[in-house]
């Protein structure tokens, strides 16, 4: 009866024309969120998607310039030989060691001076923080040409010329020309780095710091022991910033290295790369080349971020970072 009398109530609420035009009214936002949603997925994936349908096409069949999305036959043949054209394991191998070292020596230096900034007071504090965000702000272009400079006569800080026959290294075209500034958090986007990491010490309670100072642990087995256990979310937000910049940075690469090509700045001479080769490629053919090259580029951070997404996600959401 109870059943009976709520269906009953129910169909009545369906036919109060106030009702019909709420829900109306609910699902028509409800439709137009989705369809928005559907139109951002397709503009962020449309690039994805057609560089995995262009690539795995036969070259040797592509000869209609209309025929773009559906391959009238699959093949992995312009993967395997863009593979061989771009020397992909030898550049991807050094381009991963560079990344990871990088990332390694930013996280530590950066996390220390982002920390340093958060909780210590020393003279022209508030000058040097204004530095650090002039390093954001002004860019990396400006300083690249007697970066290159210092870096092919490398005498660490004026010390070399104090030694007899005051020597130079050429620290060029080895990674440490990537290493070296982030060791010291001057690397790449470390300013911004360094902000985060203020940004979330100055949220952390001063408590526990505190505590930590009454059982006698110093500054530094402090920030180990205490404030980094607590700050895994910025540091996983920190590492994906950090290898991925690193990974795709082109310009500072092209100016860095000169006898050797990273992975990235690799693909820019791809359509001349192609035509000396002995492969004979012609045509519409290219086309598959130009697009695997691309992909295979960005499949390794592509990679990370599927495992680390979930992570990333909240991290993000801890820190605070928008925009």
Known sequence: MVKREAVTKYIKNLRNPQVLKIRSISAAVWILRWLFILGLMYLFIFPLLFLISTSLQEPSSVNDPGIIWIP???????????????????????????????TLCALVSCSLVGYGFARFNFPLKNIAFSLVILTIIV???????????????FDFGGLFL??????TINLLNTPFVFVLPAM????????????????????????????????GCGALK???????????????TVTLFSFVWHWNDMYSATMYFTDIRLLTP????????????????????????????????????????LFTQRYFTESVERTGIVG
């Not at 860019?139 to 006569?153: A, G, R």
């Not at 790449?188 to 505590?211: D, Y």
């Not at 992909?295 to 971020?305: C, D, E, G, K, N």
């Open 72 to 102: 009238k036959k699959l093949s992995l043949t312009s993967l395997k030989e863009t593979i061989v054209i771009l020397d992909y394991w030898r550049s991807a191998g050094l381009t991963l060691l560079i990344s990871v070292l990088s």
């Open 139 to 153: 860019p990396p272009q400006t300083i690249l040409p007697s970066m290159t400079l210092n870096f092919n006569f």
């Open 162 to 167: 104090l030694l007899p026959g005051k020597p």
């Open 184 to 215: 010291f958090a001057s690397g790449l986007r470390s300013g911004l780095f360094i902000f985060i990491f203020r940004q979330f010490f100055l949220g952390t309670p001063k408590a526990l710091e505190e505590a930590a100072r009454i059982d």
């Open 222 to 236: 402090t920030f180990i022991r205490i404030i980094v256990p607590m700050a895994g979310p910025v540091f996983i």
């Open 266 to 305: 690799s693909i820019r001479n791809l359509a001349a790369t192609i035509l000396a080769s002995s492969l004979n490629i012609e045509g519409y053919a290219a086309r598959t080349y130009m697009a695997a090259a691309p992909l295979l580029v960005i499949a390794p951070p592509l990679i990370l971020y």
